[in-house]
């Protein structure tokens, strides 16, 4: 065994949080293996043998954004690219949504900052409408950056903006938007994005209020590995400050179609080697998630073993995830729930189902007949 893990080991079994230096040895270590066991261990001690997954829906509403960032291969400017635009009504959303039945238990929906969509004209009906006809889903929508860009435009503070949505059913924010938090490196890759600190803040607002949220990093662009633990570390004690972060997920760097295409991709090796890390690190998050759709299947299901606790969740058969798609990643659009429990049990774990604030449900639950009749008619929208 590396020697150099031996302190950090023991500090992790008394949970004294690591510093900026056991980050980087955690990195830098060749001891994969150890690596991975201590990360398995750290799992373990919190969720035990149970890995979770979501039955849910996925739907980017919109491709129009003029954030600029220089890793993004989904924005499309409207007046440039007319052809390649996706602006979905809010009808469509919904149709969407239940094109496959309303056996799920997530809506995730993330889009650009699109002048024409974001707005709470268009998203508080269409909350509530979900709200109403299909009370067992819960709404995972936006990203802190998309909050940001809706707190301007409607003259609202963070406060404001989070008790408006609120009041309309949210319940989960993703972690999109991250990025990476040291700023220079942020100018590089994403100056016009919300800021780091308010990144925080509104995630902190967030949880003040009740909702609950995730945390993302991208790495495997122009980042060095100080930049990496660093942004665990400010996650961290963003968390120690205003509790609420449930999943933490590291965001592997794609780079087809986007102007760090002289970057990445990352490979097998760093992409379980920062799951493990993340796991380490963060010892006052629940779940590290390892979702498919970024490092693959294979890579996820392995992850397992590096201390990811989730694999996110299904995609219905009609839905098109487009930043990764856009980005090159080489997964599919759709893997249903039986490849979940098959994957996590021949690694050796038991597939628990939850919702996006990690309720349990057996695996076969269904919802209540009176959702199910709402199928028919908004379909016809589609
Ligand atoms: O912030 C964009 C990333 C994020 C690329 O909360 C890219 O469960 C890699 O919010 N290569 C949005 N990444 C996605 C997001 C998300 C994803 C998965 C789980 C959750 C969750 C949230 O997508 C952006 C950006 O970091 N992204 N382009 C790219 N070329």
Request: proline share 4%.
């Amino acid at each position: 065994m590396d020697a150099a893990l031996r302190p950090i080991e023991r500090k992790i079994e008394e949970d004294v949080p690591l510093t900026i230096e056991d980050g980087l040895t955690l990195y830098r270590t060749p001891d994969i293996h150890n690596l991975g066991r201590i990360a398995r261990a750290a799992k373990e001690r919190k969720t035990g043998k149970n890995v979770y997954y979501v039955l849910n829906r996925y739907i980017n509403s919109t491709n129009v954004c003029y954030a600029g960032c220089k890793f993004c291969s989904f924005a499309v400017d409207e007046f440039k690219d007319r052809e390649h635009v996706v602006r979905m009504t809010a009808d469509h959303v919904f149709a969407q949504a239940i094109a496959t039945g309303t056996n799920f238990n997530q809506i995730h929906i993330v889009g650009g900052h699109d002048p024409r969509q974001l707005s709470l004209d268009y998203w508080v009906p269409l909350m509530r409408r979900f709200k109403e006809e299909l009370p067992h889903v819960q709404l995972s929508l936006f990203t802190a950056a998309e909050l940001e860009y809706m707190a301007k435009r409607h003259r609202l503070s963070f406060p404001q903006i989070v008790a408006e949505l609120k009041a309309a059913g949210l319940d989960n924010v993703n972690g999109g938007g991250a990025e990476i938090f040291a700023e220079e490196t942020r100018k590089k890759i994403c100056p016009n994005k919300v800021s780091s600190e308010s990144w925080l803040a509104i995630h902190e607002e967030l949880h003040r209020q009740g909702i609950a949220s995730n945390a993302t990093m991208l790495y495997g662009h122009v980042e060095s590995l100080e930049d990496r633990v660093d942004h665990l570390v400010r996650l961290r004690e963003s968390q120690d400050r205003s509790p609420g972060y449930n999943a933490f997920i590291p965001l592997a760097f794609h780079p087809d179609g986007n102007e760090l295409n002289d970057c990445g991709p990352t490979t097998g090796l760093d992409d379980v080697r920062t799951f493990a890390v993340a796991r380490l690190m963060l010892h006052n998050f629940d779940h590290v998630k390892a979702y498919w759709m970024i490092q693959g299947l294979k890579v996820c299901q392995v992850a397992l073993h590096f201390g990811a606790d989730d694999m996110d969740g299904t995609h219905g058969s009609t839905d098109e995830e487009m930043i990764y798609h856009s980005a090159g990643t080489q997964s599919g659009q759709y893997v249903d729930d039986r490849e979940f429990r098959r994957l996590i049990e021949e690694a050796g774990f038991v597939p628990v189902r939850r919702n996006s604030t990690y309720d349990t449900f057996p695996h076969d639950w269904a919802p209540p007949a009176a959702a199910r009749e709402a199928v028919g008619e908004a379909v016809g929208a589609l």
